[in-house]
């Protein structure tokens, strides 16, 4: 059977044109993180062929050891949106600074870029899904002139677009603007992204929950209260539930925006400020997963209308399904 699905293009300069005001800005933009992700794409599948597993040796800002393919990762979306003409700056989980492009072109875009290259990477050398996060603002430092962290440190609500690109089975990259949220499968023979989930939404209950068990002991009394209701639920009341967590975020996150579900990454005491980062995971995600009509909370708020005042800042977060995070925060905002 022949089926026509439209490429990644078409449905962006088609979805966005009906924007009022709509330049062509964004459909490039989202053209050019396609792109990189094409190429962090064809690496990732070498992968154990050639020496790109394994540590680059140095540590990054986050202190973590960084492996050989987030660096490739890092250097390809900076290379792509740098050579581009709709971004003014990027930010990225693996460098320090906010890297200001300042050219004639970069200067007059009108968004900045944060990103998580790779996510996962310590599932590379054990081949599981891994991935690429990514989050767009527009600026608000004036146009013509070199974007500054002002441009950079605006809370999550404020995103213009997030997305990510999820290195599994298949592709896929999945982004959200306020217009709702799409994902693309990649065709390997034409090198496209085709749309294969038009319309994401985020089942309002599921029978999913995503948590590292390990820490169990180190979270607080509330949240371990909440994982025993969980661990708990009788056929009764909706369960028994099923736990997932993969230590990949974007794989975690797509299942629990595809079947529903709750992901958590609660305090811990080695991790007293939460482990994940806002502006690199934890906004994106908020945004995807609140606009497929799910929930993201931090345990004190609303991800999304977290203030940041750091690049590399971290928080609690509790997310996926709106019935599920709404019965979590009943525990973990009071607790016990
Ligand atoms: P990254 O590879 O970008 O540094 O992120 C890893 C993150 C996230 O993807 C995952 O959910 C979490 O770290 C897993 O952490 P633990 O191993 O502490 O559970
Ligand atoms: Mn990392
Ligand atoms: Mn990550
Ligand atoms: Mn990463």
């Known amino acids: 059977m022949q089926t026509k699905y439209m490429s990644l293009d078409e449905f962006t300069i088609q979805q966005l044109r009906m924007v009022p005001g709509g330049t062509g800005e964004l459909s490039r933009l989202l053209r050019d993180i396609g792109l990189a992700s094409k190429r962090i794409n064809v690496e990732v599948n070498k992968a154990g062929l050639q020496d790109i597993l394994g540590d680059m040796g140095v540590k990054n800002v986050q202190g973590e050891e960084v492996k050989k393919l987030d660096d490739f990762a890092n250097n390809q979306l900076i290379y792509v949106l740098k050579n581009g003409m709709s971004c003014a700056g990027i930010c990225s989980e693996e460098e320090e600074n906010i890297q200001v492009f300042d050219d004639e072109l970069s200067n007059k875009s009108k968004y900045v870029v944060l990103f998580d290259p790779l996510d996962g990477s310590s599932n590379i050398d054990t081949n599981i899904s891994i991935g690429t996060i990514f989050s767009i603002f527009r600026r608000v430092t004036e146009l013509g002139k070199p974007c500054t962290i002002e441009d950079f440190l605006q809370p999550g609500s404020r995103q213009i677009a997030a997305g990510y690109i999820v290195y599994g089975s298949s592709t896929m990259l999945v982004y959200a603007t306020r217009l709702g949220v799409n994902g693309f499968t990649l065709d390997p023979p034409i090198g496209e992204y085709c749309l294969s ?77 939460g482990k994940l980062r806002l502006m690199y995971e934890c906004n994106p995600f908020g945004y995807i997963t609140e606009m497929a009509g799910g929930r993201a909370e931090s345990g004190t708020g609303k991800i999304l209308d977290i203030q940041p005042t750091s690049l590399h800042q971290r928080t609690p977060i509790f997310i996926g399904s709106k019935n599920m995070v709404e019965e979590c925060m009943s525990y973990v905002e009071s607790p016990v």
Not at 220 to 242: A, F, M, R, W
Request: glycine share 10%.
């Open 197 to 273: 989930h038009p319309n994401i939404q985020c089942p309002a209950d599921g029978k999913i929950y995503s948590v590292n068990g390990g820490y169990y002991r180190q979270y607080d009394p509330s949240v371990q209260k909440y994982i025993d209701i969980l661990q708990n639920k009788t056929k009764e009341d909706g369960g028994p539930l099923t736990q997932r967590f993969t230590g990949s975020m974007v794989a975690d996150l797509h299942r629990t925006l595809i079947k529903g579900g709750i992901f958590m990454y609660p305090l811990t005491t080695d991790n007293p400020k």
